[in-house]
Structure formats: C-alpha cells, structure tokens
C-alpha cells in the first residue's frame, strides 16, 4: 500500500497559490488513475484506488499546510502504511519555478508542511516530489509570495510540471520504490 499527499492550503482563496502546488499535482494524479477524492477523515480529504497495479490512498490534508503531520500520521497508523511508502508532494521555493525533483529521503529545508510531517512520522526517511516555485521575486516577502496565485502567463509551465510530478510518482509506485 502506498499512500501519496499533495501538501496545500483547503479553500478557495488559496486553490491556485504557490503553495497549492502539491494539491493540484495530486488533483491530476488521481484523475489519470481515476481515484476519488471523496472521503474526509484523517483531517483530509483522500481517496483508494490503483497506481500502476498497487494499492494507493491519495490524500490532501486539511490541516492547512503547516500542519500537515496531523493528517500522515493519523492515516499511515490507520493503514499501518510504512513511511517508506508514504510520497508527499509539495511547492519548493528554493529550486527553479517548473522543475520538478524526487528525493527518496532528506531534511525540510525550509518547508513548513514538511517540517510538521517529520516531526510527526518520527523520520525523514520518506520519498517526496518537489515542484519548484523559486525564486522568491525581490518585492515579496516569503509569505506573501507563496500564498499569491501563479500568474496566467505561468500556468502552463505550472500544469507541464504536475504532469512530470504524476510520471515520477506513478514510476516509484509502480517499481514499488526504487530508484535507478
């Protein structure tokens, strides 16, 4: 069983901000995988289906992104899943707007949402996929910057990323976690 979190804020007034970037990627995931995100416990809203033939649970705390590890650790406990195959996605601002990075394990740099997963699952050792919001324009402050909507004229280099975010999540389900 495999469980994958896109990391946002719940609400309209942040459905298309910076930060929403985990909740869209995974909105895109279970729509190629035809899972529904229609069941709200855990302190999200999730989803059970397939990823390439394995067991999935897709979900979206909503928690609000800085708390986070409410959410995973109340789901994975429930599920009994390992954090090794827990997947969370989220907004980077410290790598380039579009890109997208897979890491199978690693720190939360500056991510609040991920600072409270760790705090809560007791590790680090968990994969994440990463969608790049940076840099942090001169005029904004941090905050300020990833709770603004992406613009018009940047939104398909946005969905272009979703749809590599959904690629490398299917391939590590589907060769159940590991990595060239």
């Not at 529904?36 to 609000?64: E, N, R, V």
Request: proline residues 4%.
């Amino acid at each position: 069983m495999w469980i994958v979190a896109g990391l946002g804020n719940p609400g309209k007034k942040y459905l298309y901000t910076w930060h929403n970037m985990g909740y869209l990627a995974v909105d895109l995931l279970a729509s190629r995988n035809d899972i529904f995100l229609d069941k709200d416990k855990f302190s999200g809203m999730y989803g059970k289906g397939k990823i390439k033939g394995q067991d999935a649970i897709i979900i979206k705390p909503t928690t609000f992104m800085n708390n986070s590890g409410e959410c995973l650790v109340q789901i994975s406990k429930f599920f009994k899943v390992d954090p090794s195959h827990i997947i969370v996605v989220y907004d980077d601002i410290d790598i380039a707007k579009g890109s997208v990075r897979v890491r199978a394990k690693g720190s939360a740099g500056t991510h609040n949402g991920m600072r409270s997963i760790i705090s809560h699952l007791g590790t680090q050792e968990f994969p994440r996929v990463r969608i790049g919001t940076g840099p942090v324009p001169e005029h904004y402050d941090l905050v300020d910057y990833v709770l603004s909507d992406v613009p018009q004229t940047e939104r398909e280099m946005i969905a272009e990323a979703f749809i590599k975010a959904c690629e490398e999540i299917e391939k590590m389900v589907g060769e159940d976690g590991r990595k060239d």
